[in-house]
């Protein structure tokens, strides 16, 4: 890890993602009262007065074997990686049901780390239980610090130990950009993140649902930084089976519409179901940034090529000729530096600004070719528009009848601008139409 990291590690159900929420401040991990609801290795940036750090929660995690939860044996793979990795781990134990036989185990498995390891002790809820506390020293990792995680009392004391050796953070970094990879369940969403990090990170199963979550990654890619958040698969609603389900798909949307690049999954060899459109739709409608993965291709086995692939999605949404479309495969790394290299120049290309004069020029050029048609003997006329905004590019036409401009030719207009301002490739474009008033004119 780049950043300096806070590894939250417990056996299930002690209140690791309450505890992550209070210090959050927000609602962001999933929590149950059903063992092994957090299994994804979820990870949260985190500013704490002068410091900053990456924040992990683990999931509740064993390290002896059980059956009872499901993937038990990934995670902990995963989460030993993350522990020799972390600057600083908490082991958060429940202060109500004491040691636990789990809590020892863990504790054993912790004991190379003994020296960047606090043990929290969580729930305990009224401060005069506090001594109680004293138990957990036989675990071997110094002064339990008492918390409760619903309450928020003892946070602040157990967040001030973990970052008492850190680094003050660097202000004059810039943001990282934002990418959510979406799609329908098991197209590869998983396995694409991990290749895009270049290491296992997330757990890849063809089990539908094995990403709950929406896991938020850290990395930096040739200078450039990124937030990667890999998302749970997007269902219908009827095919929704429990509440923690419908959670997922809340979050999912949530990465959707905060995202400055949306990934779009799809499975080349089940290419362009009705949920793989309705996941696109919901990225254009959020106005996003947009690239197309067509995953898998190491498993096209026939005479198509990725040319073939391509077309059919342009030829059945038409829309989405003018966003990239890349056809690979994550299992086999393949177009993942291409996905990589091609964000950030769509991000900073999507910011451009088409001066007033450039924009009229190409309106008086596009209505001589084509005018708008007329309606009921009433002429539509385009006087003169303007740019003005840039996430998403927005552009204000001003007309005399707005209502008289048909969806063709609106879609006409857009392309035209495209042709014209090839710049917006991967964005989205906003156009208004508004009547003209009778003292505007074009502002430079």
């Known amino acids: 890890m780049s950043h300096a990291s806070v590894v939250i590690i417990g056996r299930p159900n002690v209140g690791k993602s309450t505890l992550i929420n209070r210090i959050l401040k927000k609602r962001k991990s999933i929590t149950d009262d059903q063992p ?9 940036h985190v500013k704490w007065k002068k410091h900053s750090f990456n924040l992990v929660d683990t999931g509740g995690v ?10 038990q044996t990934d995670i902990e793979a995963l989460v030993d990686g993350l522990l020799a990795e972390a600057s600083r781990i908490v082991l958060l134990t429940d202060g109500r049901q004491g040691i636990h036989p789990m809590d020892s185990s863990i504790a054993h498995r912790l004991r190379p780390y003994r020296a960047k390891t606090i043990i929290a002790v969580n729930k305990v809820d009224d401060p005069a239980q506090s001594a109680s506390t004293s138990e957990f020293f036989q675990l071997g990792f110094g002064t339990p610090i008492a918390v409760s995680a619903t309450q928020g009392s003892g946070i602040d004391n157990l967040i001030e130990e973990c970052v008492k050796h850190f680094q003050p953070s660097n202000s004059s970094i810039p943001e990282a950009i934002s ?5 329908r369940p098991n197209v590869g969403k998983s396995s694409l993140t991990n290749a895009l990090l270049n290491r296992d990170r997330v757990i890849v199963s063809e089990t539908s649902g094995t990403t709950r979550d929406s896991v938020e990654i850290n990395f930096s890619y040739k200078k450039q930084s990124f937030l990667l958040i890999d998302t749970a698969g997007l269902r219908k609603k009827s095919k929704m089976a429990d509440s923690i389900e419908f959670y997922s798909s809340v979050r999912t949307n949530h990465a959707i519409e905060s995202a400055d690049v949306c990934i779009v999954v799809l499975d080349a060899t089940d ?3 009705d949920q793989d459109k309705r996941v696109i739709e919901a990225a254009l409608s959020a106005g996003r940034r947009i690239i197309l993965f067509v995953n898998k291709w190491d498993l096209i086995d026939d005479e198509l090529t990725k ?7 342009i030829r059945e949404i038409p829309r989405l000729e003018h966003y990239p479309i890349i056809v690979g495969s994550a299992s086999e790394r393949d177009q993942i530096t291409k ?5 950030p120049k769509i991000v900073t290309d999507g910011q451009t600004r088409i001066s007033t004069p450039q924009l009229n ?8 070719r084509n005018p708008p048609p007329s309606r009921n003997s009433r002429p539509v006329k385009v006087f003169y528009g303007t740019q003005v905004g840039t996430v998403p590019p927005e552009f204000v036409l001003f007309v005399n009848h707005p209502r008289l401009i048909k969806n063709d030719y609106e879609r006409y207009l857009e392309n035209q601008l495209r ?5 917006f490739f991967g964005n989205p474009l906003v156009i208004k139409y508004k009547s003209r008033g009778l003292t505007d004119g074009p502002t430079e």
Do not use: M
């Open 271 to 273: 290419l362009l179901r």
């Open 36 to 44: 092994g609801v957090t299994r994804d290795i979820l990870e949260y």
């Open 307 to 313: 040319s073939d692939v391509q077309n059919r999605i």
């Open 339 to 343: 996905i990589l290299d091609i964000v």
């Open 419 to 423: 042709l014209r301002f090839p710049c």
């Open 62 to 71: 064993f390290f002896e074997k059980s059956t009872d939860i499901a993937f």
């Open 179 to 183: 990418l959510s990879i979406v799609g």
């Open 361 to 368: 020029q190409f309106i008086t050029d596009t209505i001589r």
